[in-house]
């Protein structure tokens, strides 16, 4: 099975600063990887398709890339309401698989 | 817009059968161009993919469960279930009924707001 490994799993940060996670495939998923935002007591959202195609609505703090086995998520500049875990999701492979998620905090 | 509702016990002893049922709304069940997805979510192990079932019939479980699970689907109530035998505390979760846009670029959405459900006697 297809092995996606996130770092940070948690990280604090202030307001206004650029935020960078990293999502690694244990195997080549070309840019079949998706990002996205759970925040407490909801579902999961859809933030990025194809790992850098930013999903309709989303604002554009929000961002993607990579391809292969290394893709980055990054927030530009971090809002309050971004306080959420974040994962990866791979859709090369079945099974699909998400990485383990990120908590981003306000420091 | 779709939306998807699991519904089912919050409760279930070891052993014994969960059964969840997701009702879809503003869209039909009744196409194969969506493959209608149970996703968990626990403390430890994060979100699972539990698997999926086409409206044609054709399924695909997470070999990790697959001796336990089965989805299905009931058109004339435009709703998809999920039954998983067996259960133990370790399938204590949160459970998600989901539409997966099924040809590339493929993603979850949307998603049911999920149902937890406890095993112990």
């Known amino acids: 099975d297809m092995q996606m490994t996130q770092s940070p799993s948690s990280l604090s940060a202030s307001v206004g600063d650029r935020v960078a996670i990293t999502c690694q495939a244990s195997q080549d998923i070309s840019k079949y990887l998706n990002w996205y935002q759970q925040k407490p007591g909801k579902a999961p959202k859809l933030l990025i398709y194809?790992?850098?195609n930013l999903e309709t609505g989303v604002p554009s703090r929000f961002s993607g890339s990579g391809s292969g086995t290394d893709f980055t998520f990054t927030i530009s500049s971090l809002q309050p309401e971004d306080i959420a875990t974040y994962y990866c999701?791979?859709?090369?492979?079945?099974?699909?698989?998400f990485g383990g998620g990120t908590k981003v905090e306000i420091k | 817009q779709v939306q998807l509702q699991e519904s089912g016990p919050g409760l279930v002893k070891p052993s014994e059968t969960l059964s969840l049922t997701c009702t879809v709304s503003g869209g039909s069940i009744r196409t194969d161009d969506y493959y209608w997805t149970w996703i968990r979510q626990t403390p430890g192990e994060g979100l699972e993919w539990i698997g999926y079932r086409l409206y044609s019939g054709t399924t695909y479980y997470n070999p990790s469960l697959e001796s336990r699970v089965t989805i299905s689907v009931d058109t004339s109530k435009n709703q998809f279930s999920l039954k998983l035998t067996s259960v133990t505390a370790a399938d204590t979760a949160v459970y998600y009924c989901?539409?997966?846009?099924?040809?590339?670029?493929?993603?979850?959405?949307?998603w049911g707001q999920g149902t937890l459900v406890t095993v112990s006697s």
């Open positions: 999701q791979q859709y090369d492979n079945l099974p699909l698989s």
């Open positions: 989901v539409r997966d846009r099924g040809s590339n670029p493929r993603w979850f959405d949307p």
């Open positions: 194809d790992a850098s």
